[in-house]
Every structure is written in C-alpha cells, then in structure tokens.
C-alpha cells in the first residue's frame, strides 16, 4: 500500500448503494478501468469526467449497501479514485474493499470537516486524514486487529496462499 | 453465558464450545453458492492463487446460472461459459444450466442443498435467504467466495444478535412480505448492519415456508448479516423430503444475549409498500394510494417472491381477467421446478390469457439486467428486493416494492391499488387484447 494518497474530496450523502456505484447492466463487465468508466454513475454521471486520478470520494453513513458485487469497490479503484472516507460502511462492501485493495477510511469526523473540492491527504497505515485546504486532521476508526494482520498481508488472496502452503 | 441461534451454529462450525459478538472466528462451511458473475471473478481470482488447484469439496459447491440468463449479449455469455468450464473441470455436483435450475436461492432449497443448523456463504447478498430454514447463511463478495472454495472455511466477525417477536395474526390481503417490508421500514436500511436478525413470534410460526423465505430474504435490506429462524415440523418435513444429508437443529439458548429485543404486532397491520428510493421507505397502502400513482411496469417473481405460492395468489386474482391496458406485467417463477408447477395448474396459461408476459426463470429483470429493464420517468410495482435508483434499469424511473397480492391489484387497475378493494373494483373481463395506446378503449 502506498504510503500516503492525495486528491480532491467529491463529497456525498448517506447509503450510497451499489446500484448507484455501478449498475446492474454494468456487472458482466470484468475489466477494471471499463468498470471505472461507470463508477458512481446512477449517483453522480458526471463523477467520472471530472474527478482527477486520485481523487477520494467523501460519504456519510452506510456506503456500499446493497448487493455483495465485487465490481462496486473494483469500479471505484478502476475510475482512479484513491480511497473512500465514511461514516461507516456496509458489510459486505467493507469486507470486498478490504479484499481487493480499495483503501477505506471510517471517521465521521473527518467526513463532518470536508467538503467537496477540498485536498486531502491521506495515511493508510496510520489511518491520518488531512483536510490540506482547512488545516485540519483525523484519525479514523482503528481496523480491528485481524483486519489489520490480513491488511498487512497484502489482502486475502496471500493470506489463502499461506494457508494453503501450510496445509501441504 | 446462553447463546443465540446464530452463535450456536458459529460456534459449532468454528470448532469452539462459546463465542461472543464482535469475536473473528474462522469457521467451516457447508456449502458455497455463486452465480456466473459472482462465479465468474471468484474463478480468475482462484486460478491467480498459488497452490490453489482444486475446490475443497466438489460435492459443497453449487454453481447457478442466474443473472443474465438467458445470455443477454457475448459478454454474459462468456462469463457463463467460464463458470461452465470450471464445473466441469472441478467435477461440480451442484451445477445448474439455464432450464435446469432457475434463480439461485430458488434452487438450493428446492434440491435438498440447505439444511437447519448448516453455515452457506454465497457470492450473493440475499445468500442471508437460507435463514429461513434455521441455517447460518450470509451473502460474500467475489475474492471471498474464491478463498471459501479453496479452504471450505470463511473468517467472520460474530455479529451481535436482533430479537424480532412478532405477534397477531395478518388481516385480509397481508402477507409476509407486507410484514417484512414493515420490519425494514422500523429497522432502517442499515438497522441491522453488522447484526444477526432471529426471528421469533406466534406470527412467524404459523407462517409457511414460503413466507419465511420471503422474510429471511429481505435482512439484507435492513443491513443485516444474516436472518434466522428457528427451524419446526413445517422446515424439517420440508428439508427431509429434499434430502437424506444428516443435520442438526440448533435451538438460541433460553438465556442468550441480544442487544435489541423488538416486539412488532401486526394484527392492524395494512399492506406496505416500499415507495422510492429506498426498502425502508416503507407506507402502509392506504397512505400510498391517496395519490393516484399509475404504473407502467408490474414485475411478479425475484428470490423474495417467485414462488408458486406467490403465483397461485396472482393467478388467483388475475383470473378470468385482463390486465389494465396502459400497462405491462412480467412475470418471472422463480425456478424451473415452479415454472412446471405453475404450468400444471394452469397458472402460466390464466396470467398469459390476462395478457402477462411469462419469462423464463431468472434474476434479469430484478437488478436491471435485461428481461424487463425501467426505461426513463417509468413506474413500476414489483415483488422484489430492492428498489435503489436505477436498480431496475433507468435511473430515472421510481419502483415499489410490495406483495404479490398488491402488485396484482395494481396490475388490474393500471395504478398501485389496495389488494382489499379489488373484489369491490368493477373489472371488466375483456375478450380482445387490441388496445388503443392514446384513448385505453378496446376494439374488438
């Protein structure tokens, strides 16, 4: 995981649902940057035109309710976007995002204290949010601490890995 | 200290004799469940895995063909093509091929794959469904289903438990999915993330297997991880016709933990609809009809409502009537196995004759897929799960979720109706289908 992320906020409401981040019609597409042509496009059609690679996408409670498509986080990752800050997140979402390396960040705080066009930066291993353009900081929510190790491990595809060479 | 229903099952599959909410447990399945999209990138993530050659059981899999099926275009079909190739290179039992199988959460029940006191994960989020029959069942992404194919085992978090104790018993034209949807509604679309719903109550007890279904379906929709009822004669009469696997039912301990208990009594309950944009937005019908809400699409089917109880209370009200001109109805069973239940008591044949369009089993029209897709500013009434922006195609038109009975009524008038006043509605059985679009009249 890169050690810090830069980009404008694009800032959004709460339950933000996967039908909105990428379409049913949208999900027998297995390419990632062909995903991201679509990202948030029920939510937001222009999202995609005018967001700059990097840029991170700001909500309230509950992002990512709805289905347990993969391609929602892969379509988020593919537009460019670096990472999503919430109040918090769906289950399935979060555990998908975790699993295919979007980097996600709880703090209502830190959502409360940005708006859309701000610059933040953001540390993922720490989990420290800079509002650049306020001057402000936050830490978000702390993963739990086998979160945190499968994390560590590169994400659950080396953790099976391990696994599975310990078993033969 | 006692546990939930959902501990006690956790707790056997993870091989310890407690457990609380909040612990990560890593816990043996009995069974994984994805479709072709699912299916689809769990099997490319499989194949990148080093040392991942083979699934950990042949016989626990269950592979469906569900979503665009009928292959909708050249993409749908190869994805279905590479779940195809995996089965039959992996020696999947559980297989099951357009025309031999139907919407997934339809199917496994239907064979004998879910069984009380079993733990399934699906690459589905209404995966949460087998709750119905007193199993652990939650919904999973792609690279998770990959890694439970290889491992037969999932790492959870133990969810705290919801208590849910319904009571009274439904008025006329009240259905478990008019309960459900009021549940959601009370609950809120993330009133239940991270939870476990159990169901309990005189209400859920008299309910059928089918209308448990319906209800275990929707958890999801409230957030939660999973919903679960305790399984009775009725679950284990059903589940032992389907199969002679050995399960075991586990029952909440008298003294278990919840941290909500949520007492609902439905004796005054009305139907309920879920207006726009949100499953919780949840109104009983006669707030819903003091506007006059014409509809331009009728969807009867989905994992929630294509069963042919489902079917048998449309045909029965669509019988020997015609649909109301200025609308179209779509009608999906939801498994092959209902498709021909259906055709044997000439229930396709009284929803064609009232001029429904009957599909082919599927998941299409539910999520926006194909076979019946919103198009801009459209209305539509539906018995499905759902009801986000652009969720069934346009993200310009508006859905509502109701019961099969509601969307029925709906369908007879053009407008979304209470299913109570339909025997007072004058309907006129109508003999031509040749409809003038501009004036609604009839020629003959």
Known sequence: ?168 | MGMTLTEKILARHAGVASLEPGQIINAKVDLVLANELSAAVAISVMRGMKGAKQVFDPSRIALVADHFVPAKDAQSAKLAKVMKEFAVEQKIEHFFDVGRGGIEHVVLPEEGLVAPGELIVGGDSHTCTYGAFGAFATGMGSTDIAAAFVLGEVWLKVPASIKLVYSGTPGPMVYAKDIMLRTVGELGIDGATYRAIEYHGTTVDELSITGRITMANMAIEAGAKNGIFHADAKTIAYVKERTERPFIVEKADADAVYERVISIDISALEPQVACPHTPDNVHPISEVTREDLPVDQVFIGSCTNGYIDDLRIVAQMLDGRKIAPSLRVIVNPGSQKVWMQAAQEGILTTLAAAGCAVNTPGCGACFGGHMGTLGDNERAISTTNRNYVGRMGSPKAEIYLASPATCAASALTGRITDPRTIAEIDIPVRTSSHVSLLTGAYTE
């Not at chain 1, 939510?43 to 005018?50: G, Q, S």
């Not at chain 1, 992002?63 to 986080?73: L, N, W």
């Not at chain 1, 720490?126 to 994390?151: D, Q």
């Open chain 1, 1 to 168: 995981m890169e050690s810090s992320l830069r980009g404008r906020a694009h800032k959004y409401g709460k339950n933000v649902d996967t039908d909105v981040i990428i379409p049913g019609k949208y999900c027998n597409i297995t390419d990632q940057t062909e995903l991201g042509k679509h990202a948030l496009e029920g939510l937001d059609p222009e999202f995609v035109a005018r967001m700059k690679p990097g840029d991170i996408i700001v909500a309230d409670t509950n992002f990512g309710c709805g289905s347990s498509r993969e391609v929602a986080p892969i379509a988020i990752k593919g537009s460019g976007t670096s990472a999503v800050i919430a109040k918090s997140f769906a289950r399935i979402f979060y555990r998908n995002a975790l699993n295919i390396g979007l980097p996600i960040f709880e703090s209502a705080e830190a959502v409360d204290g940005i708006e859309s066009g701000d610059e933040i930066e953001l540390e993922p291993a720490s989990g420290v949010v800079r509002n650049v353009t306020r001057g402000t900081e936050y830490r978000a929510a702390e993963f739990p601490p086998f979160m945190r190790s499968l994390i560590d491990a590169g994400g659950l595809v080396p953790y099976v890995e391990e696994r599975l060479a310990n078993q033969s």
